[in-house]
């Protein structure tokens, strides 16, 4: 009995490769790949962040929110988190777009302070963040997010007008 029990443990560690492997396991991933403006009216607009995924497991993996902070030349741009609806696909690697509404007013009092900063300009930008998942082998987490680059700030004709003006005509009631 006791040479089927040596024999069955041998067998179990040469298939499973030695016990530190039986703990290990690969981790989601999150990359920040870029950030850019989307839609902006009146008084909102998108900042889309691109994010590629990777999803090792056999099984989606719930997207829950992601925060932000960006940062321009030490000033605080923005800051704010939101809730998403969407997953990773099983065993897939993935560019996503998440997309974070603010308001619009909020970032013309951040461009504010940099004097130099007008419609068209690219500014220098940082950004720290993260994206919370539910991953089925370690629970809800955090995957950090970290980005330097540049960020084009919307120009007049980058403006969604036909929005502007429906936006503009329901504020004022007409």
């Known amino acids: 009995m006791k040479t089927i029990y040596i024999l069955l443990m041998t067998a179990i560690l040469i298939y499973c490769g ?3 492997n039986l703990f290990q396991y690969d981790k989601p991933t ?3 790949q870029g950030v850019s403006f989307g839609n902006v009216t009146a008084s909102t607009a998108v900042l889309n962040f691109d994010v590629e995924l ?3 497991y056999p099984l989606n993996v719930p997207l829950l929110a992601v925060d932000y902070k960006l940062t321009t030349r030490g000033e605080n741009l923005l800051a ?8 990773i696909a099983a065993k897939s690697v993935k560019t996503v777009t998440l997309p974070v509404e603010f308001r619009y007013s909020d970032l ?4 504010a302070t940099l004097r130099d900063v007008r419609p068209g300009t690219a500014i220098p930008y940082e950004l720290a963040g993260g994206l919370k998942i539910d ?3 370690i629970g809800i ?3 950090p997010l970290k980005k330097t680059g ?3 700030v919307p120009t007049l004709s980058e403006v969604n007008w036909q929005d502007l003006l429906k936006e503009g005509k329901n504020i004022l009631g007409l």
């Open 135 to 137: 991953s089925p082998v």
């Open 141 to 143: 987490t955090r995957l």
């Open 30 to 32: 999150a990359q920040l």
């Open 108 to 111: 013309i009092a951040a461009l």
């Open 150 to 152: 540049t960020l084009d």
């Open 80 to 87: 704010g988190d939101a809730d998403l609806s969407t997953a």
């Open 18 to 20: 030695g016990c530190s």
């Open 54 to 56: 990777t999803n090792p």
